[in-house]
């Protein structure tokens, strides 16, 4: 990695019985992240699961709405269903996590937000992808 550190665990969120949230079913406000801050990871399942969209947001909650409401990510549901997943990343890590996730998964849909290029004051920050692996490269 780009460190020359292990990965960083960032605890992705899981449901109460241990499986990753279905997309569709999340409710921000059941699950407490209305106006929280983090990274989020959104992918498909099926025969050959693929990273879907990353993206990081001051307000999770809102963020998630934004993207139950795009038919651009909504329309892998065919494939297999859509997972998501969120990490409470403090605000000056989440760009430079963002990073690392956008180049590592690859994402289907690009993030017009997402960072690029490492800067100066943004290096990519390694982090274990949702599943506890590190990501590929």
Partial sequence: DETGTAPIDPKWVRSPSGAFYQLMDVDPD??????????????????????VYAGESPNLGRALD????????????????LFVTWSLVKEEFRRGVLLH??????????NPRAPTEETEHMKPIAVLVPGGKPAAR
């Fill in 101 to 110: 996730l956008t180049r590592a998964l690859k994402p289907l849909i690009a």
């Fill in 30 to 51: 059941e699950v407490g992240i209305r106006g929280v801050g983090g990274v989020f990871v959104v992918w498909h399942g099926g025969i050959r699961p693929e990273w």
């Fill in 66 to 81: 934004t993207v139950i409401d795009d038919p651009e990510i909504t329309q892998y549901k065919a494939h297999g269903g």
